[in-house]
């Protein structure tokens, strides 16, 4: 995403959003691209019969049904769409080659130029990347993933049939992770989250090897040690393993390769994530029942939050971290262990500004939403908002936003934000 | 079916503990229960079976015990003492045998529903009790078959009804078509992120009950509420794991259910007329994670209809004229004190309510919850016969004019069909929805 060729001149740009309920049976919720050039809607065009309608043009093709529509980062308009009972992907109002009987969960990669989805076919399961199905496809799928470099697609698949009363079968094992398309060449009772190493050579999953011992398996052979349960597994960039959180005598652990990572085990322990340096690795921790936090290098922060902390984010440089938190019915924001003053009906995940010093999210109150940053909230309150942009160099925001039905695509200078 | 009734001394043969207990050796069995009792469950199991003075307060409170003729081995304190109160006294050197009568009662003769709890002077929670006795079964692979299966069919699809990812915004984007012949601009809004609600529902329904799925999905549209179901796993609300004693499965459903109504950025999730899932949802799968509190705020059906009546959102057109009865769900009720608010909408959507006795907090549980009904046709009788005492009380309210039984959850739903079948009751059983989508306001 190369956001320094964006339009980061034109102070304002409006796109009359309400006009369009005049011009269609009903209008979806919209998507904005990602430079806020495009709102874009799904629009009913008479009885049974849907279209796409971006900046006021309606897209050509009708369908009759169509759903998901995602702008994917790199700016392309994608939508889910179905005629005469069959579905497929469409891309800037092109539809892919490939047709399949149902198509779900659409993933992009970081850059956008991949995107996957799970179809199936005929009752058989299977991925397609970029309009490429799997060769090989099987009798369920779930879990899809597409790596983050858009390269890998990777899913649970069952490989032996079993009656749904068949307990004895199911636990022998029937499920393995398939990775573009190929099935590992060893079964489990279960297979689930999944990540991929760099160079994209190795593939991990939870996985449970009977009713009781989870472990990660990496391109298909377990971990030597076994834990009462894990979660997902995240690449390490810097040692080229695969950490995960583990669970053991009650409690949740953090260890790479079955190796202790971090000393002090938590209450709970998920969401590991590596700074973008892979120097730092951060987790969201309960210390105990009921105390949540944010532990960086194994040390739990001093704030304790209590009803949840989601939405971590680093900053580009690797020494910050952010959170959305939710304590006493009310959601907020925490950086590097302090919780904003400010606090919302809800709040979407921070954004740091390139330079790192500062942060801003979208946030909403009293059903109206509007921007804050650095604890400051922005004046202009807005009937729909997307997450705010920061310029490359950071001296400028972009804001995307709508007021009295009127998209508006603002470039503010961040020293002009507070009027 | 009649001939596999739960006569006392009779053991019903089940596939999952039967084939579970022939791999056990009893080295096996006394390290699992001493592991659950010395470290998962701890000092307050020891403190429950410590207090009991076997005073016997607590047998009346059980509907398998009056439905037994009084008989002491389905009283709660019964069931303790031939399972856990056995283990602990034995200190955890029992045998195959004894195990596999164990893992059927504490499946399939108790339905957790916590009535006894509130009889006994010490507050002894004999569900809590039958939920460890529940642990220790799953840890020795001895559950029954069919809630077992269940388990399973939540570990690889995240949902209780083995429904693939493609099965559920299908279903759902058939049911939006269907309704759209009576609302033609109904939405059932997929991952609308940012929706005030996400409504989430239990595995039959998109199975085998989409006609609630369509009745949810006009009740939504008529009162202009902002909400969203996700197109993801993490939709089901249910959970068996919660009752085979799977706690490591129940986290793991839970997990992907909160941190899907994160990532939709909800204020809350409202639910459809379920118990065992409200339960999971608000009490035990939250907790098991570390959350004191559902994370984001939990509605029952019960609630949210509660709402919308009172603010005015949906108008009735005319009201359910049968007389009605209705029967408080333990869950909901005796475990989210929603019976005042149940009878609130009810007395909205209906001319007549009669109560059974007793109600409310006292009711009878309907002898499905607890996961026994998911043990399937082996205890189909069992249920039915350990629930006489339902029958009678039904009996009677219906003696007293009432002709429709409310049960708003589904365990109850199904459980309650079969004692109204086998028991010649001849009721209509149905949901608050149901009611509510037939007499409410529809705009075109
Ligand atoms: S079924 Fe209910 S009353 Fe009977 S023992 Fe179990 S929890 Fe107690
Ligand atoms: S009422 Fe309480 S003390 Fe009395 S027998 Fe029942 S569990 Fe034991």
């Known amino acids: ?149 858009g390269q890998h697609t990777a899913a649970s698949v069952q490989m032996i049939a079993a009656g749904e009363s068949e307990i004895h079968k199911f636990q022998a094992g029937t499920i393995s992770a398939a990775v573009n398309g190929k099935a590992w060449d060893r079964n489990f009772v279960n297979v689930w989250g999944k990540a991929v190493s760099h160079d994209g050579a190795r593939v991990a999953a939870e996985v449970r090897l009977t009713l009781y011992d989870y472990t990660i398996a990496v391109n298909g052979v377990p971990w030597e040690k076994t834990y009462s349960s894990v979660w997902e597994p995240v690449f390490n960039p810097l040692s080229g393993k695969f950490i995960a959180p583990v669970r053991q005598d009650g409690k949740w652990m953090l260890v790479e390769e079955g190796q202790l990572l971090w000393r002090k085990p938590f209450h709970q322990l998920w969401h590991p994530q590596f700074s973008p340096d892979g120097k730092n690795l951060a987790a969201i921790v309960a210390t105990e029942f009921g105390k949540w936090s944010v532990a960086i290098n194994g040390q739990a922060w001093n704030i304790r939050i209590g009803e949840l902390i989601t939405d971590m984010v680093f900053s580009p440089d690797g020494r910050k971290v952010a959170v959305v938190v939710k304590d006493n019915e009310r959601w907020g924001i925490a ?51 997307w997450d705010p942009v920061f310029h490359p160099e950071g001296e400028l925001l972009l804001f995307r936003t709508i007021e009295d039905g009127v998209y508006r695509r603002r470039v503010i200078p961040i020293r002009g934000i507070w009027g | 079916m009649d001939n596999m009734a ?94 596999k009568k164990a893992a059927e009662i504490a499946a399939t003769q108790c339905n957790l529903c916590k009535r006894c709890a509130m009889y006994c002077p010490f507050g002894i929670d004999v569900a809590y009790l039958m939920s460890v006795v529940r642990r220790i079964t799953h840890l020795l692979g001895m559950t029954p078959q069919y809630i077992q299966a269940t388990a399973h069919s939540h570990s690889v699809s995240m949902n209780q009804m083995w429904v693939r990812e493609d099965e559920w915004p299908d279903t759902l984007q058939w049911q939006e078509e269907e ?72 986290g793991r459903i839970k997990r992907q259910h909160f941190e899907t109504a994160a990532r939709l950025k909800v204020k809350k999730i409202v639910m459809g007329e379920c118990g065992h899932a409200f339960r999971s949802v608000y009490d035990t799968g939250n907790r098991w994670l570390g959350w004191k509190i559902p994370p984001i705020p939990i509605v029952h059906a019960i609630e949210f209809y509660y709402d919308l009546i009172k603010e005015g959102r949906i108008k009735i057109a005319q009201k359910y004229a049968e007389p009605v009865t209705l029967h408080d769900p333990c869950n909901v009720v005796r475990g989210g004190g929603l019976h005042e608010k149940a009878r609130y909408v009810i007395r909205a959507i209906c001319d007549n309510l009669i109560e059974m006795h007793p109600n409310r907090e006292h009711n009878y549980c309907c002898c499905a919850g607890g996961g026994v009904i998911n043990c399937g046709p082996p205890y189909k009788m069992a249920r039915i016969n350990g629930n006489r005492v339902k029958a009678e009380q039904l009996f009677a309210v219906k003696a007293r004019g009432a002709r429709t039984l409310i049960a708003p959850c589904h365990n109850c739903h199904s459980g309650l069909e079969d004692i109204n079948h086998y028991y010649g009751l001849e009721m209509n059983v149905k949901f608050i929805g149901d009611i509510l989508y037939q007499v409410m306001e529809k705009p075109e």
């Open chain 1, 335 to 385: 950086v590097q262990d302090s919780v904003w003053k400010n606090t919302f009906d809800m709040v979407w995940k921070p954004v740091f500004s390139p330079d790192n010093t500062h942060i801003a999210a979208k946030v909403e109150k009293d059903g109206k939403y509007t921007i804050v940053m650095d604890d400051r909230i922005w004046p202009h309150t807005c009937d729909a908002a």
């Open chain 2, 6 to 99: 739960a006569k006392p001394d009779e053991t019903i043969l089940d596939e999952g503990i039967e084939k579970g207990a022939a791999l056990l050796t009893d080295e096996r069995i006394e390290k699992t229960i001493l592991r659950v009792l010395n470290t998962e469950g701890g000092a307050r199991i020891k403190v429950y079976v410590d207090t009991c003075v076997h005073c016997g307060l607590c047998a009346e409170a059980c509907h398998y015990y009056l439905s037994h003729d009084n008989d002491p081995r389905f009283s709660p304190a019964g069931k303790v003492r031939q399972t856990l109160g056995e283990m602990i006294a034995r200190k955890g050197k029992v045998d195959r045998e004894f195990m």
């Open chain 1, 1 to 149: 995403m190369n956001t320094e060729e964006w339009d980061w001149e034109t102070s304002e740009k409006c796109v009359a959003f309400k006009d369009w309920h005049q011009q269609f049976e009903w209008v979806e919720e919209p998507y904005v691209s990602p430079d806020g050039e495009i709102i874009a809607a799904i629009v009913n065009v008479g009885e049974g019969e849907f279209s796409i309608c971006a900046n006021g043009n309606i897209q050509e093709s009708s369908f009759e049904k169509i759903w998901r529509l995602r702008f994917t980062p790199d700016g392309r308009l994608t939508a889910l769409a179905s005629d005469a009972g069959e579905w497929t992907v469409t891309v800037d109002g092109a539809a892919w080659e490939n047709r399949f009987s149902y198509v779900w969960n659409p993933l992009f990669s970081d850059d956008g130029h991949s995107i996957a989805v799970s179809f199936q076919q005929d009752g058989q399961y299977g991925m397609a990347l970029n309009d490429v199905p799997w060769e090989q496809t099987y009798m369920n799928l779930t879990d899809a993933f597409l790596s983050a470099d």
């Open chain 2, 179 to 250: 309704a759209r012949s009576e609302m033609p601009k109904l939405r059932i809004p997929l991952e609308k992120e940012g929706a005030d609600i996400m409504y989430s529902v239990i595995g039959p329904e998109p199975k085998f009950q989409a006609q609630l799925l369509y009745q949810a999905a006009i009740l939504m549209n008529a009162a202009g509420v902002n909400w969203t179901m996700p197109a993801t796993p993490g939709w089901d609300n249910s959970d068996m794991a919660m009752f085979t004693g799977d706690s490591e499965l129940m």
